[in-house]
């Protein structure tokens, strides 16, 4: 919104050109969603502690949660505001990706908001069921995958995914990319979802995987530094940094409040459309692949579950003393920070190595 009221009166007054700059409208994202994540949830948690919107701690989880129980959950909405509020002012509006992801992130943060009210209002621990979540989370996956195949983000590479470390080297998937981009956006989505079960884990990974993607994203949408790298030019995809900025910001912003011991916890209001962001911007941008390495601790959490639930349905055996992996190891007797802080560095050290995928090529 900045950029569009002001960056035309730069023939007036020349400073005003600094808009013109993705970085720096970047930089003033991430600092502008973090004073409102903060200021925000100085307001909410207490509202939500007043009205009683807690978190209902599962009797069969680990039993060192049930001193969590009264901590106010729904703080995925903390993020959402913050973020839209952070990308209207700092982005170009008139962007087709920043149109569909802050549409995304809506969709996404709405079905994530019902989930929790029907678990919180309607005291139903279980929420919305599985089978509604996933449709309403495959709509929109459909949607954007029919999108980008009728309106790819390079014509030349409509249906082609890359093999990250490799030069040149590319699969087209055909009509089947349509399916591959649902997996990835409610794979993703759902991921996170998963991996939300200690204190700052989930937001403390996804802060590191948007910087990452955020790198990549201007990266894509440089056309002499895409053309260096020899990676896919996606045109506009720059844009995407400022919204990526802007979870970044926010992200820390909460993670003020859900460090351990957590004041809020994020819920289902947080944990789907940050995971189905990525998984969108990752599609946008050509780098679906390298999703599996930045986003690897989600993905490790997810195959968990999915081979702890196999497992037992087909042998009646646990892999796992309970799944996610978080909770196995909060069982094995590993302290939660312990668990939370070594998760953030081989986060770490993922992107660092997905990062590196632009020179080793």
């Known amino acids: 919104?900045?950029?569009?009221?002001?960056?035309?009166?730069?023939?007036?007054?020349?400073?005003?050109?600094?808009?013109?700059?993705?970085?720096?409208?970047?930089?003033?994202?991430?600092?502008?969603?973090?004073?409102?994540?903060?200021?925000?949830?100085?307001?909410?948690?207490?509202?939500?502690?007043?009205?009683?919107?807690?978190?209902?701690?599962?009797?069969?989880?680990?039993?060192?949660?049930?001193?969590?129980?009264?901590?106010?959950?729904?703080?995925g909405l903390i993020i959402l505001i913050s973020i839209i509020l952070s990308t209207l002012l700092w982005a170009r509006l008139n962007n087709r990706f920043i149109i569909i992801i802050l549409i995304s992130v809506l969709w996404l943060g709405l079905i994530g908001f019902f989930d929790d009210y029907v678990k919180i209002i309607k005291k139903n621990p279980k929420g919305i069921s599985a089978n509604q979540k996933l449709l309403m989370q495959l709509l929109l996956a459909i949607g954007i995958g029919i999108y980008l195949y009728y309106f790819p983000s390079h014509n030349d590479f409509r249906t082609k995914i890359n093999i990250p470390y490799l030069k040149d080297v590319y699969i087209d998937l055909g009509i089947f990319y349509i399916l591959f981009v649902i997996l990835i956006i409610v794979g993703s989505s759902n991921a996170v979802n998963l991996t939300d079960g200690l204190d700052g884990l989930a937001i403390g990974c996804l802060i590191v995987c948007a910087l990452t993607y955020a790198i990549l994203s201007y990266s894509a949408g440089h056309f002499k530094v895409a053309q260096y790298l020899k990676i896919i030019y996606v045109g506009g995809s720059g844009e995407l940094s400022v919204f990526?900025?802007?979870?970044?910001?926010?992200?820390?912003?909460?993670?003020?409040?859900?460090?351990?011991?957590?004041?809020?916890?994020?819920?289902?209001?947080?944990?789907l459309f940050l995971g189905g962001s990525l998984g969108i911007i990752a599609v946008f941008i050509k780098h679906e692949l390298i999703l599996i390495i930045i986003g690897g601790i989600f993905v490790i959490e997810a195959v968990s579950v999915i081979l702890q639930v196999y497992s037992y349905k087909r042998y009646?055996?646990?892999?796992?003393?309970?799944?996610?992996?978080?909770?196995?190891?909060?069982?094995?007797?590993?302290?939660?920070?312990?668990?939370?802080i070594r998760c953030w560095i081989i986060n770490i050290v993922l992107a660092l190595l997905a990062l590196s995928s632009l020179k080793i090529r």
């Open 1 to 75: 919104m900045l950029y569009h009221i002001f960056y035309p009166l730069k023939v007036y007054f020349s400073p005003l050109n600094i808009l013109g700059y993705i970085t720096f409208r970047s930089i003033m994202a991430i600092l502008c969603s973090l004073i409102l994540s903060y200021i925000i949830g100085k307001i909410l948690i207490p509202y939500l502690r007043k009205k009683q919107f807690v978190q209902i701690i599962r009797t069969d989880g680990p039993k060192t949660h049930l001193k969590k129980s009264g901590t106010p959950t729904m703080g």
């Open 316 to 340: 009646k055996k646990r892999i796992f003393l309970m799944a996610p992996l978080h909770h196995h190891f909060e069982i094995k007797g590993l302290s939660e920070s312990k668990i939370t």
């Open 244 to 271: 990526l900025a802007s979870v970044l910001g926010a992200g820390l912003g909460f993670l003020w409040f859900n460090c351990y011991p957590a004041d809020i916890f994020m819920g289902d209001s947080g944990s």
